[in-house]
């Protein structure tokens, strides 16, 4: 295609309405078109990347393969187009105004006055255009984040009003909003529906395509009134209501014809549709599994979901391969003792410690990886879990009783987990963790050999603490295997216990690689193991 086309995705009424799931299922459909696409994020805090929020607060942090730290709607770009993100693929406001300040301060405005108008915009609109021109993408969808009428998006709408006029018909904008069911009234309402496309009208942006979010399908009589309040054709008034899964929504656009209409508007030839013959296998997997695999995931964050998105995800996946749906349980680790964690955990088929930072919960991780550990129980150890499965080993099994992590006490005398040297003498805390892909060497004896098939990976990090090697020998030499290491650094990447059914801990981020076409192998041979009954 001679010139990339530019699709914007705004969100209106409330947040969280699903505007990441509805541009990655756009752009799964663009893409088993023949298109070659890829999908940005532009977040409106003024935090640089979401590396320093909370969980809480923001939900998990997504790590790219060149080691920015980003939103995680980027986990749904991958997961459903399976192709790699980068760091232009999320900017936010903070990066913006950093971007600008740095120009002003090098003097590369000429002693202008620098405003919001036409700086900050020609930024955002540079960050926009980046993907199209350095990595010729036929289509870049750009995500807005927020509201519709949020202060803090007002930049960013200004800059898709000005990008509306000079790219032409290379540019459209799909607007989600939301229709709610008032139960007591007993119907839909599309009042909020118009309030918000007239906010956006208001700002100089007439949306081409409305996808109206709501829980219950929708008769056509509510979109022909939403057409004709919004000025949009009826055809292009599609439905994004609720699922039983969100792999499920591409599906359902495409029975309502929601690419080829935005192909249409954009001058392209339609074509055959698609048969998505790989998507459609995996939901029918999805669709006809009637056993399940319960798999506990023990962490500090989980009374937020959002919190282990992608580890959720990669569970989901490779249990669907294995034609199982996924009884996840969410175990709080700071109510976890010895006392309760046979109670807990008996009746689970796998456990998967999950990452995190700090002290908090960090004693229930120990007793769950004991408890896993005497009983066999297959179990994953990711990042800080691949730590703690170190530390209760060298507790209970080397007989260092305060072994530790320096992260959670400096003073122990067994420094099992240390600092990374080359975190030692940093200052600033966001984004300088060890981030992105890196190689790992599997030791070809190893049980973890058998998983990846293959000497030499590369998976993504996100940490500043690392094994230390000065015990590497005597855990060795006691029954846990160092059976995966960085070629270049000597850090211990994957620990495992041979003799148990499957006990691993590694100190990457494998669900940052885990895609509903090319799902992780580490979780597809843990739910493998934990398929294995004794």
């Not at 994020?41 to 607060?57: R, S």
């Not at 021109?133 to 009003?161: A, C, M, N, Q, W």
């Not at 807990?344 to 896993?372: C, H, N, T, V």
Request: glycine share 8%; aromatic share 8%; charged share 25%.
């Amino acid at each position: 295609m001679a010139d990339t086309k530019y699709i914007f995705v705004t969100g209106g009424v409330i947040s969280s309405l699903g505007k990441g799931i509805v541009s990655s299922a756009l752009g799964k459909l663009l893409q088993t078109r023949g298109y070659k696409v890829t999908i940005q994020k532009f977040d409106p805090y003024i935090n640089v990347d979401p590396g320093t929020l909370n969980p809480y607060e923001h939900g998990e942090c997504f790590v790219t393969v060149d080691g920015h730290e980003a939103d995680l709607d980027l986990g749904h770009y991958e997961r459903f187009l399976n192709v790699p993100t980068t760091k232009a693929n999320n900017i936010t406001t903070g990066r913006i105004y950093q971007s600008v300040i740095n120009k002003e301060r090098r003097g590369d405005y000429l002693g202008k006055t620098v405003q919001v108008v036409p700086h900050i915009t020609d930024e955002i609109k540079r960050n926009i255009l980046l993907l199209g021109s350095k990595y010729k993408y036929d289509f870049v969808i750009t995500e807005i984040g927020g509201t519709v009428g949020d202060i803090e998006s007002l930049p960013f709408i200004e800059s898709v009003r000005q990008l509306r006029w000079e790219l032409g018909k290379n540019c459209l904008c799909v607007h989600l909003t939301y229709v709610p069911y008032i139960d007591a009234a007993k119907e839909f309402k599309t009042k909020p529906t118009q309030h918000s496309v007239k906010t956006l009208q208001e700002l100089g942006i007439q949306p081409e395509i409305l996808v109206l979010r709501t829980e219950h399908e929708l008769n056509r009589e509510i979109c022909r009134k939403v057409a004709l309040f919004c000025n949009v054709e009826e055809k292009a008034v599609i439905q994004s209501y609720d699922v039983p899964s969100i792999y499920e929504v591409p599906i359902v656009m495409q029975k309502q014809g929601f690419e080829e209409i935005l192909l249409r508007k954009m001058g392209l030839e339609v074509g055959e549709k698609p048969l998505m013959k790989p998507w459609n296998e995996f939901l029918d997997k999805m669709h006809t599994a009637t056993e399940t695999v319960k798999i506990a995931l023990v962490g500090k964050y989980v009374e937020l979901p959002d919190a282990y998105k992608s580890i959720n995800e990669s569970l989901l996946q490779a249990a669907t391969y294995h034609h199982r749906k996924l009884d996840l349980h969410f175990i709080q680790s700071e109510k976890l003792t010895d006392t309760n964690v046979e109670k807990e955990l008996s009746q689970m088929d796998g456990i998967l410690i999950a990452p995190g930072f700090g002290q908090r919960g960090i004693e229930g991780k120990f007793a769950a990886i004991k408890y896993a550990r005497e009983n066999d129980k297959p179990t994953l150890g990711i990042c800080l879990g691949m730590q703690c499965m170190v530390i209760e080993y060298a507790r209970n099994v080397l007989g260092m009783k305060d072994a530790n992590s320096t992260e959670i006490d400096p003073q122990t005398s067994h420094k099992v987990i240390d600092l990374m040297d080359e975190q030692k003498n940093l200052i600033n805390m966001g984004g300088s963790m060890r981030l992105g892909a890196y190689d790992c060497e599997i030791d070809k004896h190893s049980n973890i050999y058998k998983v990846y098939k293959k000497t030499l990976i590369q998976e993504r990090h996100r940490h500043r603490f690392e094994f230390n090697n000065e015990y590497k020998a005597e855990f060795e030499e006691n029954g846990m295997s160092c059976s995966g290491i960085n070629p270049e650094t000597g850090l211990v990447e994957i620990v495992e216990i041979p003799t148990k059914k499957w006990f691993v801990g590694v100190q990457y981020h494998p669900e940052y690689n885990s895609t509903v076409i090319n799902p992780n192998p580490l979780f597809m041979s843990f739910i493998e193991a934990a398929l294995v009954k004794n």
